[in-house]
């Protein structure tokens, strides 16, 4: 088939509908992992934040 779009003889079409389709499955993928990112993270800082809270206010009075 032989159309204006092409790259050494190879149309364009199908090298660009890939992309769609991976962006699409990509993006849920990353979504996952950086919510569970935030899981661990909160899981891990929450009681170091709030001990460095709580010593960083207890000199104030």
């Given at each position: ?14 090298m ?9 499955i ?36």
């Open positions: 088939m032989r159309t204006p779009a092409s790259v050494y003889k190879h149309p364009i079409q199908p660009l509908v890939v992309f769609p389709i991976g962006l699409w990509l993006f849920p993928a990353c979504d996952l992992i950086r919510m569970a990112a935030l899981m661990l993270a909160s899981i891990e800082v929450g009681p170091l934040a709030r001990s460095q809270m709580l010593i960083a206010c207890e000199g104030r009075e």
